[in-house]
């Protein structure tokens, strides 16, 4: 996985394979099986940035078990898959997105996911630049709500995606958000993607409206002070 972009994808090849995004199942595609949408209101760019963190000073940032809450389990590594399989359909916007995934890449980036019941909360962590996140993320996110629905291939599944804007919270410098239903053989499945970036640091969520929603203040409360 090299983008959000693919998160996305694997999460939604994940639900086709597994049925739903539940325990046992690996990872696997942008905004983790659905689609971005919306944008908060950008910050004017900073006369002397900051400059990004490493992998390792993200890493300690990550949402832990113990931060969750009990029933949480933390999931394997994800693998950094390509998910050349997974492709877009139907939205020309992402279709052009999708052959282009290096110039949406930040310069540091960790990742974890965890396992609640039967749901998946999957988190991203980006650092660059404040005014590369703001770009990048609002070209990403903008994206997705160009088009309200396309198909998301994987493999030689076919699967139909409706996207809609999310409430943003009203925490950090910049709100990205929307939500995604994949209409999978199994029955509608709704995958809530929110991003927020504080300072030269973005948070990313991704996975079960409920669980993303409960946790996003508690991601962004880790990042340090902007």
């Known amino acids: 996985m090299r983008t959000t972009v693919l998160m996305t994808r694997r999460w939604a090849a994940t639900a086709v394979i597994c049925g739903a995004l539940v325990s046992g199942c690996s990872s696997g595609g942008n905004g983790g099986g659905g689609a971005s949408a919306g944008a908060g209101g950008h910050a004017a760019?900073?006369?002397?940035?900051?400059?990004?963190?490493?992998?390792?000073?993200?890493?300690?940032?990550?949402l832990t078990s113990t931060d969750l809450g009990y029933g949480y389990i933390q999931n394997p590594n994800l693998a950094d898959d390509k998910n050349d399989d997974v492709t877009t359909q139907g939205c020309s916007t992402l279709e052009k997105l999708g052959k282009s995934d290096s110039d949406l890449n930040?310069?540091?980036k960790a990742e974890v996911s965890f396992t609640y019941d039967t749901s998946t909360l999957g988190e991203e962590l980006h650092s660059d630049r404040p005014s590369v996140l703001s770009a990048k993320l609002s070209k990403l996110f903008d994206a997705y709500l160009a088009c309200s629905s396309y198909t998301l291939n994987t493999g030689s599944t076919p699967i139909e995606v409706q996207v809609s804007k999310s409430p943003l919270p009203k925490v950090g410098d910049e709100q990205f958000g929307y939500s995604s239903t994949l209409n999978l053989p199994t029955g509608p499945q709704v995958v809530k993607t929110l991003a927020v970036r504080k300072g030269n640091v973005a948070v990313i969520?991704?996975?079960a409206p409920g669980l993303v929603d409960r946790h996003i203040d508690k991601a962004v409360g880790k990042l340090p002070a902007a």
């Open 45 to 62: 760019p900073l006369k002397e940035e900051p400059k990004p963190l490493a992998a390792g000073e993200l890493n300690p940032l990550l």
């Open 106 to 108: 930040f310069a540091s």
């Open 205 to 207: 969520l991704v996975g």
